[in-house]
């Protein structure tokens, strides 16, 4: 596999290039991209020389800090690209011109013309069709060992579902796996008020609505249990079926499990109209404590 990881000397960058180095496996690569901001030096007419030593000095700077959160079974894989453009855009062509897996960024970078979730990140969510891993600091946390991962799945039977690049990543040993998937609560349905009206009295119409309510939640499970039974760990067992806002779930549950990870996806990325503000995806990558993992999923036909 091959990883691109954006890098700007923020503590957000060094959790990316930890975090992807250890969901990485043996022979994979890295790719460590850095675009040096725009030096203007006051009174002094720099050449474009002094510029560019300068750059490529901060470049190496940059670099050499982030090689030493690579594991040293990696560090001889990887390799460097000094951007010539903003992160936004570059990182976009980078991915393309190394052919990256997935990418790798901070959720906060430097400032607002760095890596900052809401620019970057957002330009990479919305117009890359590769995974984007936004990593956070993992806490020190007492009395725990492993790794747990949150994976909330939207629909099997009706979307492509990216298992095969999720297996292909080296998690780390012990990780814990869960998949939840998220069903409407039943006072949420869009019901009429005249029909509500209508039937409010009928106490066999409630009860009959209720029952199927509840069939349906059990072939739901039936359904992402057969699921969640073809994958290889860590998540292999069976499902999480919860009720409710799907961002607010997967944001209480994230924390109620201290997740490390939370991967979630987005159908057919690749356009702004198709990945719009508000959407769970952008409220879990907004609000989360944790690194979020944004997969794509399209629709089957």
């Not at 040096?36 to 000095?57: M, Q």
């Not at 901060?58 to 690579?70: G, Q, T, Y």
């Not at 976009?92 to 901070?106: P, R, Y």
Request: charged residues 25%; aromatic residues 6%; neutral net charge.
């Amino acid at each position: 596999m091959k990883a691109l990881i954006g890098v700007d000397g923020s503590e957000g960058a060094w959790a990316a290039v930890q975090q992807a180095a250890e969901l990485l496996p043996q022979q994979s690569e890295l790719v460590l991209y850095y675009a040096p901001p725009k030096l203007h030096l006051r009174g002094t007419p720099a050449s474009r020389e002094f510029i560019d030593k300068a750059r490529e000095g901060l470049a190496k700077a940059v670099f050499d800090e982030a090689l030493k959160r690579v594991p040293k079974s990696l560090q001889h894989t990887v390799s460097t690209i000094v951007g010539t453009q903003g992160p936004r855009r570059g990182l976009l062509l980078a991915a393309e011109q190394v052919n990256a897996d997935f990418v790798a960024v901070g959720a906060d970078g430097l400032g607002a013309a760095q890596l900052l979730l809401g620019s970057v990140t957002r330009a990479l969510l919305r117009h890359s069709t590769r995974p984007v891993l936004v990593a956070r600091p993992i806490p020190v946390r007492e009395n725990r060992s492993s790794y747990r991962v949150l994976w909330a799945v939207d629909d099997p039977p009706a979307v492509h579902v990216p298992i095969e690049f999720l297996e292909k990543l080296a998690w780390p040993k012990g990780t814990k796996g869960s998949v939840v998937h998220v069903v409407d609560p039943l006072q949420s349905m869009e019901i009429p008020d005249w029909f509500k009206e209508q039937v409010g009295h009928d106490k066999e119409f409630a009860r009959r609505f209720s029952e199927e309510y509840t069939a349906d939640k059990q072939r739901k499970f039936n359904e992402m249990a057969a699921f969640t039974a073809e994958l290889s760990p860590p998540f292999g067992n069976l499902p999480i079926l919860r009720e409710g806002n799907v961002a607010n779930v997967v944001l209480q549950m994230a924390k109620e499990e201290a997740a490390d990870l939370v991967i979630v996806g987005t159908r057919d990325l690749g356009t702004v109209e198709r990945f719009f503000l508000g959407s769970t995806a952008e409220s879990i990558l907004q609000f989360a404590t944790c690194s979020v993992l944004v997969v794509h999923m399209q629709a089957k036909p």
